[in-house]
């Protein structure tokens, strides 16, 4: 039983809030772990969220010379530019407004029928009505010009409707509406299932008991109980409809969009400024909205959705409102699977609208050209999820179970970099990373540093001496010729590996140190490893298989050269793991220095942090839009087991680390898995965050079907998507199997938490 | 002394819109080795918070932790040689049983086939044999609550920590649980800190029972003592049951009281304390320090309330407007008094304890 002490209040002790708060990171300092994880998250977060975020704020306001500037603020209000902006800005807000009604309408029916009315083929219907969830963004906006549009199957082919200019067609609000619905219309569908499940039927019992009729029962009880779950899809809506790129640009026809401004702004003038203003006035709406989300709408809650459905269901009786609502629900079920139909029909047919005969002519070119964009795609993706996964569960973990200061602020953020349209941390990601400021660097490398020398050294001029001549050594190391550095920095990590083996006489740690060395070192041997593949891929025919091989080379340099800056923060925490607790204080200061030393190298060689056209940006990107989906996975899996079995094995002498390793991660695999498959849905099907990181050397599939479109390939466009709907279900399906398979009846997977 | 708690105050920051809280307040506690104590109170007293910062999970905000001669204060739960039984009992669901009480041995890297006669020895003493390959959830509650109790064992830990471990078992097996709990921490002769809101499990289990109250202390004393001399109302009425009568003190002859209560004068005998002629003093007089009889005794009263409850007969009898609770124990007596009977009501003159008003 846990002391309840909240009834006890003692006038405040002397201890001021400062103190306490030095004595709670002396705390944490004991626990090695809860600070890796804090500092680990905490930079990862730094960088890749609130940085980009600030700089894509503030662009706005500067202008190409560096000097303050309201320009394009000003434009607002302005009579030449202001019509037009103004009218976008209604637009914008307008479509959120319908997008979010419709969508919560037609949630309410799925979830409704799933629920009450006893669909048949509910496991089906379920299904599908995820499908939009984890298909490319523009997939159905596509499918839909295919089916509707001027040329249309649909409207030219079967009705013969010939368009003519004034005509009211598939483009513009309505059009765009529409499938906004459909693409969004699942993350309401799951969030009002899971309320009705869990709305306790005696509630509506009792009401009937006391004379109430069935309309005034669900006017007075069943709605006010879901009102929340409502309002929370209702808001949710509109801030994924207003975050949308993929679907204004496709069928948005005269209508101009926020998000798609932002997209012109950048791709069409390359104005950064004029792009950030822009994003300001799109993510003010935003934010409103997800702060009323979290603080509001979140407390006001009567249901739990964290617990188990309650045991038994209500059931519709009336058999005309079931119908109703099953039909409806049947309908745009047949309708979704049309949509997916037609693209995957699209994919085949010789030239849409003109010549439907099937071909493969289309799918020759998209694997063989757009082998490069595919295999890009799916080779970031499958790295970065991983990462994502883990840091979410990290961030869940201390968000669950730990008590400290700013944990609201790292909740907050792991959240934001999902929660705000992808323009906007595109647009920062570009702003931050083409030619970052050196206090970044130097913020993070300090951070780092000052972390690794308290861990490391015993005392205090110990601690010093790491510090300074760690540093010094360092900064001598960036002036050398890259090629040596690298030589010399994997040296370091031999030397140390060697001299640790000889004098502690262990193995694993030393051979880890080895391990890193080596990997430090053939930095220098990527390019030397890659040019035999490469030639190879030369001497083979031109198509799918030399692409593929070219595109293997490169991958591997990816693995093998990481962004300094980033493998040092990884070698900073290596260094922690791997070197603290030495005995001998010379060992303890000689290596401590030597293993500082490296970490510095990296971090301030060439202009660090100078990520733009390379692979890491892009997965870094990645990352921070599929980090909300596994904490909240990892935060549901944490709040269902009891804090005491991670404190049972802490008392029988496990430390955090070890705990971590053997109970919890254990516990949560399940919600692990789902983490790592939503994160590579996210990944796979992005496209607002990382429209602006493509280069000519990582190409990514939903860029790819973009600028297919736009030259009027339509079927390859179709093809890509195809593609990228197959990968993702065939991910589902493997978790599923293996969930099923590995942890039967222990605790499953609710896959609601993804999205 | 083995395990020491000196001054201990635990003060919670404020957090989320909840103000400051002082869970414990200068506790001081002296624990013997191979003794027992229980810590027992209301919910929210701050046994919980107390045995935790024993545990190491909760740091205390000032005082300090002494076990075997050495602060431990700043030692996180890992190196502190304790070990826990939890109210949830905390059974590792993914690990089968033998697993679950062989892990903190596996943590201590013990060789494999020592860990196995630590594991099936330790299933002996909690009289599972052949359980070891079952998973949690096949046992029953019972079981389970033996499984933390062996996995705790196990480690042959300085001291054993127990938080309610006996609450989410039903009344006939914590009864058995108890005498068992008991047993083997004697068998074992194992330190162990106790805590518990159930004051029968603290009597039958403890060595010495501490009483907290809103973040204090109240008493520290064996069983006996704690029932015999409770020092405040509180004890007296959160171990057994008492009546309370404000009395005025006549004379105080070495450990004979002359009080007047209840419109008369009585001499109690046994009483420990010194008290000055006419100050104000409440008497404890537990039920079953009382005589009800048709004559005969001192007090007159009227019965209230009459209830058999089968072993004993339960009276609510009205003296001078205070009802005071008594009981019959005579299994003679075959019919109970009626509600409004007239009758005499006398007191164990030896029992009853006098508290100085507070």
């Known amino acids: 039983m846990q002391a309840n002490p909240s009834n006890l209040v003692y006038p405040a002790s002397n201890a001021s809030g400062i103190k306490r708060r030095i004595r709670e990171f002396a705390l944490i300092g004991r626990d090695p772990v809860l600070f890796i994880g804090l500092l680990l998250s905490g930079i990862f977060i730094f960088i890749f969220v609130v940085f980009p975020l600030y700089r894509s704020m503030i662009g706005g306001f500067i202008s190409k010379e560096g000097a303050f500037d309201l320009t394009y603020f000003g434009r607002y209000f302005d009579a030449y530019y202001g019509p037009a902006l103004r009218r976008a800005f209604t637009d914008t807000m307008l479509m959120g407004l319908l997008t979010a009604t419709a969508g919560t309408i037609v949630g309410f029916i799925f979830a409704y029928a799933v629920v009450r009315c006893q669909i048949p083929g509910k496991k089906i219907v379920h299904w599908l009505a995820l499908v939009p969830t984890v298909s490319p963004p523009f997939a159905l906006a596509l499918s839909m010009i295919l089916l509707f549009g001027r040329s249309g199957l649909i409207t030219h082919e079967l009705l013969g409707i010939e368009f003519v200019k004034g005509m009211n067609d598939i483009y513009g609000l309505d059009g765009l509406v529409i499938v906004q619905t459909i693409t969004f219309f699942s993350v309401s569908y799951l969030m009002l299932k899971a309320m009705l499940e869990r709305l306790n039927p005696a509630m509506e019992e009792a009401a009937a008991s006391l004379g109430a009729g069935r309309f005034y029962l669900f006017r007075t009880i069943t709605l006010p109980l879901l009102i929340p779950g409502i309002a929370g899809s209702f808001l949710l809506l509109f801030v994924e409809s207003l975050a949308d790129l993929g679907n204004p640009l496709f069928i948005a026809g005269n209508k101009t969009v926020l998000s798609a401004q932002i997209y012109l702004a950048v791709i069409g003038e390359y104005n950064y400024q004029k792009a950030s203003a822009l994003s300001l006035v799109l993510i003010i709406p935003t934010l409103v909205i997800f702060l009323i989300q979290r603080y509001y709408v979140n407390r006001r809650t009567y249901i739990s959705v964290t617990g188990k459905p309650a045991g038994s269901q209500i059931r519709e009786k009336d058999p005309i409102i079931r119908w109703v609502v099953n039909i409806i629900t049947y309908q745009i079920i047949a309708f979704i699977i049309l949509l997916y139909a037609t693209i995957i029909y699209g994919s085949f047919s010789s030239a849409w609208g003109v010549d439907f005969t099937p071909t493969l002519k289309h799918w020759s070119m998209t694997l063989t050209r757009g082998v490069e964009a595919i295999l890009d795609t799916t080779f970031l993706s499958v790295l970065a999820t991983p990462v994502a996964a883990l840091l979410g569960m990290v961030i869940a973990w201390l968000v669950v179970r730990k008590k400290f200061t700013g944990k609201d602020a790292l909740d907050f953020a792991s959240n934001l970099g999902g929660a705000v349209p992808g323009t906007i941390l595109g647009i920062g990601f570009v702003m931050a990373f083409n030619k970052p400021p050196l206090a970044l660097a130097i913020v993070i490398y300090a951070l780092l540093a000052l972390f690794y020398a308290q861990v490391i050294g015993k005392r205090g001029y110990e601690r010093i001496i790491i510090l300074v001549v760690g540093t010094a050594i360092g900064v001598t190391l960036t002036k050398l010729e890259p090629r040596t550095m690298y030589f010399t920095l994997g040296g370091i990590y031999l030397a140390i590996a060697v001299v640790l083996m000889i004098s502690q006489r262990k193995f694993a740690k030393p051979l880890a140190i080895a391990i890193i060395g080596i990997y430090v070192m053939s930095t220098n041997w990527a390019t030397m490893l890659t040019k035999p593949i490469a030639a190879f891929s030369r001497s083979i025919e031109r198509g799918f298989w030399s692409n593929a091989t070219v595109q293997f080379a490169d991958h591997i340099k990816v693995i093998l050269q990481p962004t300094p800056a980033l493998l040092a923060i990884v070698l900073a925490f290596a260094g922690v793991v791997l070197l603290q607790g030495l005995s001998g204080k010379a060992l303890r200061v000689g290596i401590g220095v030597l293993g500082l030393a490296v970490p510095c190298a990296l971090s301030f060689v060439d202009v660090p942090f100078a990520m733009v056209g390379g692979a890491y940006i892009i997965m870094a990107a990645f990352i921070v839009r599929s980090l909300p989906a596994s904490v909240r996975s990892g935060v549901a899996a944490l709040q269902q087991i009891d804090p005491s079995i991670e404190e049972a094995s802490n008392i029988l002498g496990a430390d955090a680390q070890y705990t971590f390793r053997k109970v919890t991660i254990p516990l949560i695999l399940p919600a692990l898995l789902a983490g790592l498959i939503f994160s590579f849905t996210r990944h796979m099907t992005s496209l607002s965050a990382i429209i602006f990181l493509v280069s000519a050397k990582w190409r990514i599939v939903t860029a790819s079907i973009l600028s297919e479109w736009e030259q009027g390939g339509v079927s390859i466009a179709a093809a890509y998507s195809t593609v990228i709907i197959v990968f993702v279900l065939v991910a589902i399906f493997v978790l599923n199997l293996l969930v099923n398979r590995m942890f039967k009846g222990r605790g499953s997977v609710d896959m609601s938490q993804g999205f | ?358």
């Open chain 2, 1 to 358: 002394m083995y395990l020491t708690l000196e001054n201990i105050t635990k003060v919670f920051p404020p957090r989320g819109g909840v103000s400051e809280v002082t869970a414990v307040q200068n506790v001081n506690l002296e624990i013997k080795k191979g003794e027992l104590v229980t810590l027992l109170g209301p919910s929210g007293c701050g046994k919980t918070t107390t045995l935790r910062m024993i545990a190491g999970f909760e740091f205390p905000t000032t005082g300090k932790i002494i076990l075997d001669g050495e602060e431990i204060n700043s030692l996180p739960p890992h190196k502190r040689d304790m070990s826990m039984v939890f109210q949830s009992y905390a059974i590792f669901p993914h690990l089968n049983i033998s697993e679950n009480i062989a892990y903190g041995l596996n943590v201590k890297r013990l060789p494999k086939s020592e860990i196995e006669k630590k594991v099936n020895r330790v299933l002996e003493l909690v009289h599972l044999e052949g359980y070891g390959h079952r998973a949690p959830t096949q046992l029953s509650g019972g079981q389970q609550q033996r499984v933390a109790l062996a996995r705790a064992l196990v480690m042959e830990p300085k001291v054993l920590l127990m938080d309610e471990p006996l609450s989410n078992l039903d009344a006939k097996l914590r009864e058995e649980m108890r005498t068992e709990i008991r047993r083997i921490q004697k068998e074992l002769n194992i330190t162990s800190v106790y805590v518990t809101h159930d004051q029968i499990e603290a009597m039958t289990l403890s060595d010495r029972i501490v009483v907290m109250n809103e973040g204090v202390i109240e008493q520290i004393g064996t069983p006996v003592e704690m029932y015999r001399y409770p020092k405040s109302r509180f004890v007296a009425n959160f171990i057994g049951r008492a009546n309370f009568v404000s009395a005025v003190v006549q004379k105080q002859h070495d450990r004979n009281l002359t009080v007047k209560a209840l419109g008369e004068v009585i001499t109690l005998k046994n009483i420990k304390g010194e008290f000055v002629a006419d100050s104000q003093v409440t008497l404890i007089i537990r039920p079953e320090m009382t005589r009800i009889k048709k004559s005969g005794e001192l007090f007159k009263g009227t019965i209230r309330r009459a209830v058999f409850l089968g072993d004993v007969i339960e009276y609510d009898v009205e003296i001078l407007g205070q009802t005071i609770t008594g009981i019959e124990t005579d299994p003679h007596v075959m019919d109970l008094f009626p509600e409004g009977e007239q009758v005499t009501v006398g007191f164990a003159e030896g029992c009853i304890q006098a508290l100085p008003v507070e």
